[in-house]
């Protein structure tokens, strides 16, 4: 396998290590778009911690933000709607 695909894989799995960073991604799995306001209300994450895990998520490239004057919204990328799918699969 190549050490550039070992290295993504290592991103994301890191990236969704985390039971709220899952959670987050099945919120925004549901919703297609949402924003750091609505996520934290909804799964009762605070506001500080629910950005630090979405710019987590981001940086493994899971979500991808998009603003909208001064909100800022989220939705899932392609390797995000595939890892949630896996996550799923996992019963």
Aim: proline fraction near 1%; aromatic fraction near 6%.
């Amino acid at each position: 396998m190549e050490e550039k695909i070992i290295k993504r894989a290592e991103r994301v799995f890191k990236g969704a290590a985390n039971r709220n960073r899952v959670r987050i991604l099945d919120h925004i799995g549901k919703e297609n778009i949402t924003s750091v306001w609505a996520i934290s209300k909804r799964l009762e994450i605070e506001f500080s911690n629910t950005s630090q895990h979405l710019q987590r998520l981001e940086r493994a490239g899971l979500i991808e933000k998009h603003k909208q004057g001064l909100s800022v919204y989220h939705e899932l990328t392609p390797y995000g709607e595939r890892v949630l799918e896996f996550i799923k699969n996992m019963k």
